[in-house]
């Protein structure tokens, strides 16, 4: 199972980016999904997550409202919709397979840079 990230990168503060990740398993739909991320000196924290299906959704609270996650079941992907980025944004994101808040994870991704920086 190879989870590959894509669409980070250097932003200006109040901009918006859209991050990707491609699944290629045969069982995409059978997975939570959920986006972590991982700043220098700091853990690694749950962003965001989706239910198999996409019903659900979970944020952490510095992000709610400013990012979403979705998901597109026939391409395998899940997306992280990223606006009205802040500095503290800046991190290593990773896409999961799994993830929701108490769950295991069974995947990671390689993780893409977002640095958000005038």
């Known amino acids: 199972v190879q989870l590959v990230e894509s669409g980070g990168g250097l932003v200006q503060p109040g901009r918006s980016l859209r991050l990707s990740c491609v699944d290629s398993?045969?069982?995409?739909?059978?997975?939570?999904m959920s986006w972590y991320r991982q700043a220098p000196g700091k853990e690694r924290e749950l962003v965001a997550a989706v239910t198999k299906f996409g019903h659900g959704t979970t944020y952490a609270a510095s992000v709610k409202g400013r990012f979403t996650i979705s998901r597109d079941n026939v391409k395998k992907t899940v997306y992280l919709q990223m606006t009205s980025l802040k500095t503290e944004d800046t991190a290593v994101y990773y896409c999961?397979?799994?993830?929701?808040?108490?769950?295991?994870?069974?995947?990671w991704g390689q993780g893409t840079q977002v640095t958000v920086s005038s």
């Open positions: 999961a397979r799994g993830g929701w808040p108490g769950a295991a994870i069974s995947s």
């Open positions: 398993g045969f069982t995409f739909s059978s997975y939570d």
